[in-house]
């Protein structure tokens, strides 16, 4: 079963980036559509970008031109960088299958925190 370790979160100001990077233990060619998702507490996890494995993208209304998804099928790493950040982007971080969440085990997440 492949597991996912998510990384790069952090602290931030309003307007600041982060990079996230989501490292497979194995291969995630065969899913057809990664993606990240947030979670905050109280709440379920909200999908907010994915990308299929030829590159196509889709983004939630709330984040769509300030956040970008790729991924590396190479390095079995899928990737979400964060700009113009804002408070309310505050979550936990996870990715898995946009298509069939939890069909890989969760991983821990990455805490990122926008400071106003």
């Known amino acids: 079963q492949v597991r996912l370790v998510e990384s790069g979160g952090g602290l931030v100001q309003a307007g600041g980036s982060l990079g996230l990077s989501c490292q497979a233990s194995?291969?995630?060619?065969?899913?057809?559509?990664m993606g990240w998702f947030r979670q905050t507490p109280g709440n379920q996890r909200e999908l907010v970008a994915s990308?299929?494995?030829?590159?196509?993208?889709s983004y939630a209304d709330s984040v769509k031109g300030r956040f970008t998804i790729s991924r590396d099928n190479r390095k079995n790493t899928v990737y979400l960088q964060m700009n113009n950040l804002k408070p309310e982007d505050t979550a936990v971080y996870y990715c898995?299958?946009?298509?069939?969440?939890?069909?890989?085990?969760w991983g821990q997440g990455t805490q990122v925190t926008v400071a106003s």
């Open positions: 898995n299958d946009a298509q069939i969440p939890g069909k890989l085990y």
């Open positions: 194995g291969s995630i060619f065969h899913i057809n559509y």
């Open positions: 990308v299929g494995t030829g590159g196509t993208t």
